[in-house]
């Protein structure tokens, strides 16, 4: 099976990007930054270094030349041959080379810090950005396409700065100075040979090349596919395992790399159209330019080092006309994952903080759902003016069925969304007011599946408070009821609890979680249905640390098993985005509504599970 990897899908991102050069302008900010001198000093330095190696690199076939007159006797120049001699202009030669190479390394050196720090600070921007994107466009993408999108991003960045800077534009300083000279040298008929070989091979190179994007295009759009599927169904391991379905998965992923084979036996064939047709340029135009030059020496015009300066100089030119064919490939491709990059990087937040927004100051902790209207689509509303109060340190329960809108006033408390109409206020503040991290600083949310990091315990329950002491993140575990457990592992809170916490079972994950929230000590709590995922006895003691940390605050407990919210102060109940039922525990008891059936019929079910 292929290498597995995180993979984008066309609809994660525009696919033709960018335009070209609205992505090269993009880029050059982080080669040139305005305010970071040493970044415009190096590029620099490595230019000076890139055009030292060009020149040493275009007069090298002079020592060449020269070595072979001397040898041959025909040499013109006898101040060069009395200073060196045959030998010591061979040795000339290989200095020169050296030195070209060198100074090449030279400037790869200098430039490489420049190139990882743009890398750096591109791959930081986009993640970053990812993370101020709202729920709603994280919902309706892959993650696994997000991941792909940035991966290739960055590369094409690091291939473009790299092969932009120091392949195209030497190679057009090195086919201008050799072309030059040999009009200079040998007569303008060389200089017009030379100049159409590289036009045609420059304008073969091309067409083929936008010719072999749209394929590799299809050749990668099937790749993202089979990869995300193959992402998908292992993420999904224990669902496929449930079902008995390895043979239907294998049979969908090899679906897709069928037709992956397809475009990349397409693209494989193009590659090889293209390197005969380059090759076959090339040969040409070395062929007529070594026959004049043939002719030149049979005429006496020429020396045999004439001839063999020709022939160097037009294997100089061919070894990077090769290479071009292979860097505009790049160029080309790396655009597309540029612009890919930079289309995600261009996609608006849904939900930012207003101009001028002040941070939550929360005195009470009063919360207020004044009218609440809102929906995912416009055709589907969820809430349909939702309005109650919960007053400071009051717990107010939410149940009802699935669908009904409790998980969406969760949702809109912590502004992952903004309402379509009414108002969420903390203390009378509205929180489109306010701003999101003064927002998120004082809620503390236990959702109904907590998601561990793949690090230690440790890390995950700090993660609530990142500068507890270790004594505080102890006592937090103590709370949640999972301190004990936590020492009965091998390496204690260094233990690693493994991908989204898979090490652990549903409970500790939760505990966990608790643990982490524990630690936070928020003035208002959203208790999404926490302890769905515990036993009746772990649930009970998990239910008195979470009585004793709501003391004080607003607490909004989301719930399926009434038992768990009995003795909330006021109870809400929910049906089809209205409120339907609402009071006290023995209050929609005595109402005998729609809270009054679903207390009898779970107690019913509780009952039946016992027996």
Wanted: charge should be neutral.
């Amino acid at each position: 099976m292929r290498r597995l990897t995180t993979t984008a899908t066309s609809a994660d991102a525009n696919r033709e990007g960018a335009p070209a050069m609205q992505t090269i302008r993009r880029v050059i900010p982080y080669l040139w930054p305005k305010d970071t001198f040493w970044v415009r000093r190096r590029v620099v330095i490595a230019l000076v270094f890139l055009v030292f190696a060009k020149v040493i690199s275009v007069s090298t076939p002079f020592f060449y030349k020269a070595a072979v007159d001397a040898l041959a006797g025909e040499s013109r120049d006898e101040t060069l041959l009395l200073m060196l001699g045959a030998v010591g202009l061979t040795i000339a030669y290989g200095i020169a080379r050296l030195s070209a190479v060198g100074f090449g390394e030279l400037r790869d050196a200098i430039f490489v810090r420049v190139g990882q720090r743009a890398l750096r600070k591109l791959a930081l921007e986009t993640f970053t950005h990812i993370h101020r994107l709202s729920m709603r466009y994280h919902i309706t993408r892959k993650t696994g396409g997000l991941s792909r999108i940035i991966e290739r991003g960055v590369k094409g960045v690091d291939f473009l700065l790299r092969f932009m800077l120091f392949s195209v534009g030497p190679l057009i300083l090195e086919l201008s100075m050799v072309a030059v000279l040999f009009a200079v040298l040998f007569g303008w008929q060389y200089m017009v040979v030379v100049v159409i070989t590289i036009a045609l091979y420059v304008t073969f190179t091309l067409k083929v090349t936008e010719w072999r994007v749209r394929v590799r295009r299809q050749m990668n759009d099937q790749d993202t596919d089979a990869n995300q599927k193959a992402i998908d169904s292992l993420l999904n391991f224990e669902t496929v395992k449930y079902f008995g379905a390895e043979l239907r998965e294998a049979d969908r992923y090899d679906g897709a790399m069928k037709q992956y084979e397809v475009a990349a036996v397409k693209t494989g064939q193009s590659l090889s159209f293209l390197n005969f047709g380059q090759s076959l340029i090339i040969t040409t135009g070395l062929v007529i330019v070594m026959v004049m030059a043939a002719m030149g020496v049979q005429q006496k015009i020429l020396t045999v080092g004439d001839f063999v300066m020709v022939n160097a100089y037009m294997i100089q030119i061919t070894m990077p006309l090769n290479f071009l064919g292979t860097v505009y490939r790049e160029i080309r491709q790396a655009l597309v994952d540029m612009g890919e990059m930079f289309a995600l990087l261009g996609q608006p937040a849904e939900v930012v903080d207003k101009p001028g927004a002040t941070a939550l100051q929360v005195n009470g902790g009063e919360v207020t759902f004044d009218n609440v209207q809102f929906g995912y689509d416009k055709e589907r509303p969820i809430l349909k003016g939702v309005s109650f109060t919960v007053a400071p340190g009051q717990r107010i329960a939410l149940v009802g069925p699935s669908g009904s809108g409790k998980s969406t006033i969760g949702r809109l408390l912590f502004r992952f969304y903004d309402v379509v109409g009414g108002a969420v206020r903390i203390d009378g503040q509205d929180l489109r007011d306010i701003t999101q991290d003064s927002l998120h600083a004082k809620i503390g949310v236990v959702p109904q599946d907590t998601v561990l990091f793949n690090d230690t315990v440790l890390y995950n329950i700090a993660y609530g408070r990142p500068d507890a002491t270790r004594a505080e993140i102890e006592a937090a575990a103590r709370a949640a009821k999972i301190h004990d457990f936590i020492l009965s592992l091998p390496d204690g809170y260094a233990t690693t609890v493994g991908e989204r916490g898979l090490k652990l079972s549903g409970g500790e994950k939760q505990r966990v979680g608790i643990a982490r929230t524990l630690l936070k000590n928020p003035p208002i709590l959203l208790l999404d249905e926490a302890t769905s995922a515990l036993d009746t006895q772990t649930e009970r003691d998990i239910q008195d640390s979470l009585l004793a940390m709501g003391e004080g605050r607003s607490v909004i407990t989301i719930a399926h098993r009434l038992s768990t919210i009995a003795d909330a102060d006021q109870i809400i109940v929910l049906e089809a985005g209205n409120i339907v039922d609402q009071g006290t525990h023995e209050q929609l008891l005595g109402n005998n509504g729609r809270y009054a059936a679903m207390w009898a019929r779970q107690s019913s079910e509780e009952e039946e599970a016992a027996a």
